[in-house]
T-cell receptor
Framework: DVKVTQSSRYLVKRTGEKVFLECVQD?????MFWYRQDPGLGLRLIYF???????EKGDIPEGYSVSREKKERFSLILESASTNQTSMYLCATKSYNNEQFFGPGTRLTVL | AQTVTQSQPEMSVQEAETVTLSCTYD???????LFWYKQPPSRQMILVIRQEAYKQQNATENRFSVNFQKAAKSFSLKISDSQLGDTAMYFC??????????????FGKGITLSVRP
C-alpha cells in the first residue's frame, strides 16, 4: 500500500512564526502536491512538484514556499504565518496511472 | 481552465437506501479523467471510483457506480445499499489526460453525506 505521512496531525503557531509542514511518501512517486482544505471551498492547490528540486505554483501560492530536496519528501513552508493561513493542509502523491494518494492532513491553527 | 461544480452542500440518506451525488464540470479538453474521492470524518481521503472520458461504459466499484454523460459534462455518483460507513465528505475531481507537470486535479467544493441508521 502507498503510504503518505505528514509530520503533525495538529499544529498551533503564532502569527509571524516560520512553519514547516513535512510530507513523506514511500512509493517512489515523482509527483507530489500540497493542498489546503477550507469549509465551502473544497481543496485548493498551493504548490506541486514533479521531480526533485522542481516545483510549480498552484492556484494559491501566495504566502507559501516549498522544498523538494529528496524524491520522497516534500515540504511546505509558511515564511511568516498569518491567521488567514489557519486551515487543513493535505499532501498527496500521484501514481503512474494518475491516481492521487493523500496523507492524513495537518490541521494548522495560527493565533 | 477547468471548473468542477458540486451544487449540493449536503445530503442525507437512510441506511440501505440508494443516493446519488451530483457533479458537473466544464472543460475544453477531450481527454480526461474524472474521480470521486471520499473523506470520512477525521480520516484520510481515499479514491472511490474513476472514469476515463474515452470510455463509454460507466465505471462500477461494488456498491458505487457513476453516470457519466460526456456531452452534458455530468458525472454523478450512485451509492447503493448505503451503509453507516459511507458517511463522509465526497469530492468530485477532474484531471486532463496529458502527461507531465501540468496534469493536476481540480476539485469541486465537496458534499457532506450523512447515512442515518
Amino acid at each position: 500500500d502507498v503510504k503518505v505521512t505528514q509530520s503533525s496531525r495538529y499544529l498551533v503557531k503564532r502569527t509571524g512564526e516560520k512553519v514547516f509542514l513535512e510530507c513523506v511518501q514511500d512509493m517512489d512517486h515523482e509527483n507530489m502536491f500540497w493542498y489546503r482544505q477550507d469549509p465551502g471551498l473544497g481543496l485548493r492547490l498551493i504548490y506541486f512538484s514533479y521531480d526533485v528540486k522542481m516545483k510549480e505554483k498552484g492556484d494559491i501560492p501566495e504566502g507559501y514556499s516549498v522544498s523538494r530536496e529528496k524524491k520522497e519528501r516534500f515540504s511546505l513552508i509558511l515564511e511568516s504565518a498569518s491567521t488567514n493561513q489557519t486551515s487543513m493542509y493535505l499532501c498527496a502523491t500521484k501514481s503512474y496511472n494518475n491516481e492521487q494518494f493523500f496523507g492524513p492532513g495537518t490541521r494548522l491553527t495560527v493565533l | 481552465a477547468q471548473t468542477v461544480t458540486q451544487s449540493q452542500p449536503e445530503m442525507s440518506v437512510q441506511e440501505a437506501e440508494t443516493v446519488t451525488l451530483s457533479c458537473t464540470y466544464d472543460t475544453s479538453e477531450n481527454n480526461y479523467y474524472l474521480f470521486w474521492y471520499k473523506q470520512p470524518p477525521s480520516r484520510q481521503m481515499i479514491l472511490v471510483i474513476r472514469q476515463e472520458a474515452y470510455k463509454q461504459q460507466n465505471a462500477t466499484e461494488n456498491r458505487f457506480s457513476v453516470n457519466f454523460q460526456k456531452a452534458a459534462k455530468s458525472f454523478s455518483l450512485k451509492i447503493s445499499d448505503s451503509q453507516l460507513g459511507d458517511t463522509a465528505m465526497y469530492f468530485c475531481a477532474f484531471m486532463p489526460t496529458y502527461t507531465g507537470a501540468n496534469s493536476k486535479l481540480t476539485f469541486g467544493k465537496g458534499i457532506t453525506l450523512s447515512v442515518r441508521p
